[in-house]
Every structure is written in C-alpha cells, then in structure tokens.
C-alpha cells in the first residue's frame, strides 16, 4: 500500500474566498521509500489573487516573486491528474494520504485544483492524519501531554531538526510531516498493548 504525504499553503483560511497558493505531493512506496514527488506553485484562474496579510505574513510567500513562477488552477489540475495518474497506474493501486490536518489539505486541493470525483479515481479515500494520531496517543498515556500537537512541536520532540525559517512552505511541512510520521510509527511499534477487554453480549466481562 502506497502513500501519498501532503501540504498546502493558502492566502487564508476560507477555502471559498482565498486562494490556494502552493501544494507539494510526496509518494512513497508501502515500505516509506520516496518515489516520486510534484511541487506545484499555483494561481486563480482570472490572475487575480485573494489572500490576507496574516496569512502571507505567516508563508512568508512574495506574491510578485511567485507570480512568475505560478501555474493557474486550470493548467495544475491538468499536471496534477496526469501526475497521479502516472504514479498510480491509472488508478490501479490508490496511495492513502497522509498530513498534518490531512482532511483540510484534501479540500484545499479538490476545491481550487483536482475535484473529489477525480481525485479518488487515483487516491483511497481512507486517510491517516499525524495530528489526530498525536491526540490518540496522548489519551493512550503514549505521548507527552505538554507537547501542544503542532507539527513543529512534535518534531521538536522527536529529535527532527527544525529549521522555524522554512516552515509553513509546502515542501518542508510536507517533508516534515513524512519524518514525524515515521517517527510515530516507529514508536507505535514498539509499543506493547495492554490485555485487551473482553466482551459478552452484556458488556465488559
């Protein structure tokens, strides 16, 4: 089973009024190995940008400079699908995707760029999401309940250097989404779970 890891940056929260402005996909295989990544700097259609100064204070994106650069939503759903059809044999095995707020990322993308419908010709629709993962783990007693579930403070705890200048770029958080999760995997792993409850028909035996 392969996944496909990913993050989106945006000009502000409202998917309806702001504009998707840069997203980057990593595709591994079901051992954690990158095959093949796409990064894509994208623009509205109309050229006409909708973004607040918060947001772009925070993505530290120069929309003058990713201007030149950017494809608009019409042409990055056509590289996007063609990619994804690539990487997935059209369709034959569908990656899950895996990020930080994951279901957010997937809308951002299906809204702006790739449609649900065509999305999940190529995607499976289950997903894993490293910041519920946390919250899990924390009501497991298997994580530090002080660490506040950011991405950048998980890494932190883990050991993952942090570079706090290049976060909230698409392709690092994505990278960093990739190294947090194998950490999280790997700690799962090693784990060993308590006896399980067993169950009548009446309840908790």
């Known amino acids: 089973m392969p996944y496909l890891f990913l993050d989106c940056e945006m000009g502000g929260l409202d998917i ?84 930080h707020g994951v279901w957010g990322d997937i809308n951002w993308v299906n809204y702006h760029l790739l449609g649900k419908k065509s999305w999940d010709n190529f995607v499976s629709y289950r997903k894993l999401d490293t910041q519920s993962t946390v919250q899990f783990m924390k009501a497991c007693g298997k994580f530090p309940a002080d660490v506040s579930g950011s991405l950048e403070s998980i890494a932190k705890y883990f050991g993952i250097p942090v570079d706090e200048n290049e976060l909230h770029n698409a392709k690092t958080d994505t990278m960093l989404t990739f190294e947090v999760f194998k950490r999280l995997r790997a700690e799962a792993m090693e784990s060993t779970p308590d006896e399980p409850y067993k169950f009548d028909s009446n309840g908790i035996l």
């Open 16 to 99: 309806e009024y702001y504009s998707l402005l840069s997203v980057f996909f990593l595709f591994t295989d079901d051992e954690f190995n990158p095959v093949d990544d796409l990064s894509l700097f994208v623009k509205p259609n109309n050229g006409i940008y909708q973004v607040c100064g918060e947001a772009l204070n925070v993505n530290r994106i120069d929309l003058k400079v990713h201007d030149t650069t950017a494809l608009t939503y019409k042409e990055a759903t056509t590289v996007l699908y063609d990619w994804l059809k690539m990487i997935t044999n059209e369709g034959k095995f569908k990656p899950t995707p895996v990020g």
